[in-house]
């Protein structure tokens, strides 16, 4: 298994930042199909019901600039206090200032981490955590039961995934490539690996799809660095169907209370609870 970088090593300083955004502009399905984006309020209804009349908090893990989150908070009662986190603080921040609360607070976050840090953890509950765009990047199992560890009875947590679409995980990747195997999306991964410490060898990116190194029946798409007959794993996206997000719910003993999906089976989102 080639060694990858940290998913935090893309977002580490405005500029990388600033070329995310770009890329998110430029090629995100969520910017470009009207029907993605509505996919973020889907969740409205059911969420009225379970948070009318009560004083939550709001939690956004990997929220980069909070623009789905900001879709969502138009569609739902405002909560008490509202934290953004994200691995880029400014982001963090932008986020923070988007959504509407009372108490507004944000944070550089390692989701890699078993635990939540205390600055969170610490928040009064009840909590709605949003979790969107962050599965593709990390290790789902570990992340999602740290989550439930962290979560109590009547908490609870929407999150997305990027999902490949069909009946074939490999094919669907496959389909969806274009989306990262692209002129913006190489400028953003090729300077994050030119400013890299320790220094990364002279090279070259090269994508492709591959299955997941710890769940092979799940499609990943990786951007790799390539140098001579070095690879090192830049970039990696998980593609999973429906069905495999589901049984990653099941084995983290958290309950679906709902799944809203796009009508091209690119994304879905997930609303769970202990």
């Given at each position: 298994?080639?060694?990858?970088?940290?998913?935090?090593?893309?977002?580490?300083?405005?500029?990388?930042?600033?070329?995310?955004?770009?890329?998110?502009?430029?090629?995100?399905p969520f910017v470009i199909r009207?029907?993605?984006?509505?996919?973020?309020?889907?969740?409205?209804?059911?969420?009225?019901?379970?948070?009318?009349?009560?004083?939550?908090?709001?939690?956004?893990?990997?929220?980069?600039?909070?623009?789905?989150?900001?879709?969502?908070?138009?569609?739902?009662?405002?909560?008490?206090?509202?934290?953004?986190?994200?691995?880029?603080?400014?982001?963090?921040?932008?986020?923070?200032?988007?959504?509407?609360?009372?108490?507004?607070?944000?944070?550089?976050?390692?989701?890699?981490?078993?635990?939540?840090p205390s600055s969170i953890s610490?928040?009064?509950?009840?909590?709605?955590?949003?979790?969107?765009?962050?599965?593709?990047?990390?290790?789902?199992?570990?992340?999602?039961?740290?989550?439930?560890?962290?979560?109590?009875?009547?908490?609870?947590?929407?999150?997305?995934?990027?999902?490949?679409?069909?009946?074939?995980?490999?094919?669907?990747?496959?389909?969806?490539?274009?989306?990262?195997?692209?002129?913006l999306t190489r400028r953003w991964?090729?300077?994050?690996?030119?400013?890299?410490?320790?220094?990364?060898?002279?090279?070259?990116?090269?994508?492709?799809?591959?299955?997941?190194?710890?769940?092979?029946?799940?499609?990943?798409?990786?951007?790799?660095?390539?140098?001579?007959?070095?690879?090192?794993?830049?970039?990696?996206?998980?593609?999973?169907?429906?069905?495999?997000?589901?049984?990653?719910?099941?084995?983290?003993?958290?309950?679906?209370?709902?799944?809203?999906?796009?009508?091209?089976?690119?994304?879905?989102?997930?609303?769970?609870?202990?």
């Amino acid at each position: 298994m080639p060694p990858e970088l940290p998913a935090s090593a893309l977002y580490a300083s405005p500029a990388l930042g600033r070329l995310w955004k770009k890329v998110h502009l430029a090629r995100s399905p969520f910017v470009i199909r009207s029907g993605v984006r509505r996919l973020y309020i889907h969740p409205a209804p059911v969420l009225r019901k379970l948070l009318s009349g009560k004083a939550y908090h709001w939690i956004a893990l990997g929220c980069a600039d909070g623009l789905k989150e900001s879709l969502l908070s138009r569609k739902i009662p405002a909560p008490t206090s509202f934290h953004a986190a994200d691995t880029n603080p400014t982001l963090a921040r932008m986020a923070a200032l988007r959504l509407r609360a009372p108490v507004k607070s944000w944070s550089r976050i390692d989701l890699t981490s078993q635990r939540l840090p205390s600055s969170i953890s610490h928040l009064p509950r009840p909590w709605l955590v949003t979790l969107f765009g962050v599965l593709p990047n990390l290790d789902a199992l570990p992340l999602l039961q740290s989550l439930h560890r962290s979560m109590k009875p009547g908490d609870l947590l929407l999150f997305s995934a990027n999902l490949a679409p069909g009946k074939s995980g490999l094919a669907g990747a496959r389909k969806v490539l274009p989306q990262y195997d692209n002129p913006l999306t190489r400028r953003w991964l090729a300077t994050a690996a030119l400013r890299y410490r320790p220094r990364l060898p002279k090279g070259h990116l090269e994508f492709g799809v591959f299955p997941d190194p710890r769940q092979n029946s799940l499609a990943r798409i990786e951007a790799r660095w390539i140098s001579g007959r070095r690879r090192i794993v830049v970039f990696s996206s998980r593609r999973p169907t429906p069905t495999q997000v589901e049984s990653w719910v099941r084995k983290v003993h958290l309950r679906i209370l709902g799944r809203f999906i796009e009508p091209h089976r690119e994304e879905g989102i997930w609303l769970v609870t202990r």
